[in-house]
């Protein structure tokens, strides 16, 4: 199913964000207490983004109170992802989760508000409402049309970057500095010549671009999925 209509979505306040692995590699060495984060949160309608809250300094509970309010035509999924603002290079991956649209039939068709706490993996959770004004179609019988209303973009860097979901990975490309074997072929990825690879921001694995679908083994970061946590949050 896929909605068709206007889509308002609030996010109020974040909980227990914490700096992932990946983004620590390089303090851990030096055994410093938890890193406190400046955590922003982006927000996309199908892999488009269409928005991006305030970056909030110095905290593991932000408080945003944003909206965003948009047109969607055959809208599957919204994702939000927490970012770690960095002063230089890529921002750093902190958790997301998914809501599907199907999930918020109900609350659509009643024209209620969903709100409640989303769960982000691979730890903390944020809190949303969410109204939708507008119709679900079939699959079948619908001409894609990407008309998601596009927000400015602000910022450049991480948030151009997809997280590819393997099996509770989260891989988002990577420049390596130095050859790499990957996770799945255990060949090398050679970092030389700005080669990417695919990084888990989770659990730090690296396999080529080519491989990362096929990774079988499931992430042994993750909890419990996606479609659970979201089925959890729903009234
Ligand atoms: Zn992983
Ligand atoms: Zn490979």
Same mark, same amino acid.
């Given at each position: 199913?896929?909605?068709?209509? =206007? ?12 700096? /992932?692995?990946?983004?620590?590699r390089? #303090? ?8 406190i ?15 991006? /809250?305030? /970056?909030?300094?110095? #905290?593991?509970?932000?408080? =945003? ?7 969607v ?5 919204? $994702? ?7 002063? *230089? ?12 649209? $199907?999930?918020? *039939? ?6 209620? #508000? @969903? ?5 982000? $993996? ?7 409402? *969410? ?18 209303? !596009?927000? #400015? &973009? ?7 970057? &997809? ?7 989260? @891989? ?8 790499? @074997?990957?996770?799945?072929?255990? $060949?090398?990825?050679?970092?030389? @010549?700005?080669?990417?690879? =695919?990084?888990? !921001? ?7 671009? &080519? ?7 499931v ?9 659970e ?7």
């Amino acid at each position: 199913m896929k909605f068709n209509g =206007y889509l308002k979505l609030r996010i109020g306040e974040a909980l227990n964000l914490k700096p /992932t692995t990946f983004s620590r590699r390089h #303090t851990v060495i030096f055994n410093k207490a938890p890193q406190i984060l400046d955590p922003y949160i982006v927000v996309k309608v199908d892999d488009v983004k269409v928005g991006q /809250t305030h /970056t909030k300094q110095r #905290t593991n509970m932000p408080t =945003y109170n944003e909206e965003f309010c948009l047109n969607v035509n055959d809208g599957k999924q919204i $994702e939000l992802a927490v970012f770690h603002d960095t002063p *230089i290079g890529y921002d750093d991956f902190v958790a997301n989760c998914t809501i599907q649209f $199907e999930d918020l *039939i109900k609350t659509s068709n009643t024209g209620e #508000t @969903f709100d409640g706490w989303m769960d982000l $993996e691979p730890e903390g959770k944020v809190y949303v409402l *969410i109204t939708l004004t507008g119709s679900f179609t079939d699959d079948v019988a619908v001409i894609k049309e990407n008309t998601h209303k !596009q927000f #400015t &973009r602000t910022r450049q860097g991480a948030v151009r970057r &997809r997280i590819h979901q393997v099996n509770g990975h989260k @891989f988002m490309s990577t420049f390596l500095r130095q050859p790499t @074997f990957c996770f799945h072929c255990k $060949e090398f990825i050679w970092g030389v @010549f700005g080669k990417q690879g =695919y990084q888990c !921001q989770v659990c730090t694995c690296v396999v080529h671009k &080519r491989c990362h679908q096929l990774v079988v083994t499931v992430c042994p970061r993750m909890k419990k999925s996606t479609k659970e946590q979201v089925t959890d949050g729903l009234p």
